[in-house]
């Protein structure tokens, strides 16, 4: 038996699990794919996760970006540079993600992937974790495997609805990549927008709506392709993928009996950018504080977890969903009055890198998007 059993070995699983053994616990981390493996997802990382960590990801970074670019149904560009010390990261999650893995082995933790978890109970102190090849004892389970894991439901935890999202991967040459910007695309897709994150040989393009109803396939591929036009990509050379993202949409539990819900599986996204990465990362540290706390006899702990997360992150995420609500139902009038203003990239970067919060920008954005609001504008 363990101290821990983290299910997922994604940023929120690898960052519980160093976390954790680094304070010499005994934690077990199972993963469903063999890994390294594959993960759909953008790649954009903010430097400030450097915070809650003692070693260098320099190793995993692909890219550093400072330059942003925006457009309006593929015009009207806005060239803009982030004004923070350190540019946003870019990263190949399966090289990402294995390196935090790896950190928490050498830390000690155990790691077991290409195992799939059929089912967990809990009896007497300890959770019982089943898998097609035995099953595991910890008297504490971290949830951890994302936004369509199972785990959440089992331990009767339903913290978010799951918003379907579309990314296209397209391999390009490497020359012409490096002269690309992080890129945002705003009115071509209703009630959302598109973006890509290119990488050091790739462009990862991606579509995600934060409003109204589910995105649907036919019109995230049509957007998608025009979207990789307009960098000189095809999409027939890139590959199509599928994928649910967790948006926050208002405080839920995220214990229960001896048990967390961390990363995707616990709704974290920002719902105003769908950054998943950082909050994912700080939930990791958050659930490794308290089950620590529990494991030395604190009978708080797990439930001071909720409360952490809830006034640490999800306090901030209310004016964040509030922003959004109104900017993606007018996108027009939001790119003309916001997006084209000089400080919107610089508020941005402070907001990535934690220096500020949507609560300290919420009531003059709204108020001027509001303000701004003419008949027939913004459709």
Request: contains cysteine; aromatic residues 8%; glycine residues 10%.
């Given at each position: 038996?363990?101290?821990?059993?983290?299910?997922?070995?994604?940023?929120?699983?690898?960052?519980?699990?160093?976390?954790?053994?680094?304070?010499?616990?005994?934690?077990?981390?199972?993963?469903?794919?063999?890994?390294?493996?594959?993960?759909?997802?953008?790649?954009?990382?903010?430097?400030?996760?450097?915070?809650?960590?003692?070693?260098?990801f320099?190793?995993?970074?692909?890219?550093?970006?400072?330059?942003?670019?925006?457009?309006?149904?593929?015009?009207?560009?806005?060239?803009?540079?982030?004004?923070?010390?350190?540019?946003?990261?870019?990263?190949?999650?399966?090289?990402?993600?294995?390196?935090?893995?790896?950190?928490?082995?050498?830390?000690?933790?155990?790691?077991?992937d290409?195992?799939?978890?059929?089912?967990?109970?809990?009896?007497?102190?300890?959770?019982?974790?089943?898998?097609?090849?035995?099953?595991?004892?910890?008297?504490?389970?971290?949830?951890?495997?994302?936004?369509?894991?199972?785990?959440?439901?089992?331990?009767?935890?339903?913290?978010?609805k799951?918003?379907?999202?579309?990314?296209?991967?397209?391999?390009?040459?490497?020359?012409?990549?490096?002269?690309?910007p992080?890129?945002?695309?705003?009115?071509?897709l209703?009630?959302?927008?598109?973006?890509?994150?290119?990488?050091?040989?790739?462009?990862?393009?991606?579509?995600?709506?934060?409003?109204?109803?589910?995105?649907?396939?036919?019109?995230?591929?049509?957007q998608?392709?025009?979207?990789a036009?307009?960098?000189?990509?095809?999409?027939?050379?890139?590959?199509?993928?599928?994928?649910?993202?967790?948006?926050?949409?208002?405080?839920?539990?995220?214990?229960?009996?001896?048990?967390?819900?961390a990363?995707?599986?616990?709704?974290?996204?920002?719902?105003?950018?769908?950054?998943?990465?950082?909050?994912?990362?700080?939930?990791?540290?958050?659930?490794?504080?308290?089950?620590?706390?529990?494991?030395?006899?604190?009978?708080?702990?797990?439930?001071?977890?909720?409360?952490?997360?809830?006034?640490?992150?999800?306090?901030?995420?209310?004016?964040?969903?509030?922003?959004?609500?109104?900017?993606?139902?007018?996108?027009?009038?939001?790119?003309?009055?916001?997006?084209?203003?000089?400080?919107?990239?610089?508020?941005?970067?402070?907001?990535?890198?934690?220096?500020?919060?949507?609560?300290?920008?919420?009531?003059?954005?709204?108020?001027?998007?509001?303000?701004?609001?003419?008949?027939?504008?913004?459709?």
């Open positions: 038996m363990v101290d821990c059993i983290v299910v997922g070995a994604g940023p929120a699983g690898g960052t519980t699990a160093y976390h954790l053994a680094k304070q010499g616990h005994a934690v077990l981390v199972l993963e469903k794919a063999t890994l390294p493996r594959f993960k759909p997802c953008s790649g954009a990382v903010s430097p400030s996760i450097a915070q809650w960590f003692d070693f260098d320099d190793p995993v970074i692909d890219r550093r970006i400072a330059a942003i670019r925006y457009t309006w149904k593929l015009d009207d560009p806005v060239n803009a540079k982030l004004k923070t010390s350190e540019p946003i990261w870019m990263v190949q999650r399966d090289a990402f993600d294995q390196f935090l893995i790896q950190k928490a082995q050498e830390k000690g933790a155990e790691i077991q290409n195992t799939t978890v059929t089912g967990i109970k809990f009896s007497g102190d300890r959770w019982q974790v089943n898998t097609a090849t035995g099953t595991f004892d910890a008297p504490y389970l971290v949830a951890a495997d994302g936004a369509n894991g199972p785990l959440a439901n089992w331990l009767g935890l339903s913290p978010g799951t918003r379907p999202a579309a990314l296209l991967d397209i391999p390009v040459d490497a020359e012409a990549a490096q002269t690309v992080i890129s945002f695309e705003f009115g071509l209703k009630n959302g927008c598109l973006w890509n994150f290119p990488k050091t040989n790739r462009y990862t393009l991606a579509a995600c709506t934060f409003r109204g109803g589910d995105l649907k396939d036919k019109e995230a591929k049509a998608l392709e025009k979207y036009s307009s960098f000189g990509a095809s999409a027939n050379q890139g590959t199509y993928y599928q994928h649910g993202l967790k948006l926050w949409d208002g405080n839920a539990p995220l214990h229960t009996q001896n048990a967390l819900l990363g995707e599986a616990a709704a974290v996204a920002d719902p105003l950018t769908a950054e998943g990465i950082r909050p994912s990362i700080l939930s990791g540290v958050r659930a490794a504080e308290a089950v620590a706390k529990a494991l030395a006899g604190d009978p708080d702990a797990i439930a001071g977890y909720s409360h952490t997360m809830h006034n640490e992150w999800g306090e901030d995420m209310q004016w964040a969903q509030r922003i959004a609500g109104l900017f993606y139902r007018v996108p027009g009038i939001a790119y003309r009055v916001g997006i084209k203003r000089p400080t919107a990239t610089q508020r941005l970067g402070q907001l990535l890198a934690g220096d500020i919060h949507y609560a300290d920008v919420a009531n003059r954005v709204t108020k001027r998007l509001s303000s701004s609001l003419i008949p027939g504008m913004g459709k």
